[in-house]
């Protein structure tokens, strides 16, 4: 069982810049996949970036490149996301979740391939 717990939302003002935590992402088979998945009030999950944990290898929409940025910290079990330039579009509620990395090792950025998620970290940004 990979119990995540995220942290690190606030309110910000817009063009700011915030760092999330996603803690407890226990590297293991069936969790070397961790990804950011945010949903806003009324909409669907969508991932913002995800990291392959064996390898460090990240990924990112297109939608989203340049201002969210991915890390991890393998001897924490942490994994990390900051956002820059943050948009009031961005206000939503941020999950961490874990899953099993495709064949070869690539991490999905579709949010339903993902088992295991977190309580969420409220975004609120502000014009």
């Known amino acids: 069982q990979v119990q995540l717990m995220e942290s690190g939302g606030g309110s910000v003002q817009a063009g700011g810049s915030l760092n999330l935590s996603c803690a407890g992402a226990a590297f293991t088979y069936n969790s070397n996949c961790v990804a950011w998945v945010l949903q806003a009030p009324g909409q669907g999950r969508e991932a913002v970036a995800a990291?392959?944990?064996?390898?460090?290898?990240?990924y990112y929409p297109n939608s989203v490149k340049g201002r969210f940025t991915i890390s991890q910290d393998n001897t924490k079990s942490m994994v990390y996301l900051r956002i820059d330039d943050l948009k009031p579009e961005d206000t939503a509620m941020y999950y961490c979740?874990?899953?099993?990395?495709?064949?070869?090792?690539?991490?999905?950025?579709?949010?339903?391939?993902?088992?295991?998620w977190g309580q969420g970290t409220q975004v609120t940004v502000s014009s």
């Open positions: 979740a874990a899953g099993t990395a495709r064949w070869g090792g690539a991490c999905s950025l579709n949010a339903d391939d993902y088992t295991y």
């Open positions: 990291v392959y944990t064996r390898s460090g290898t990240t």
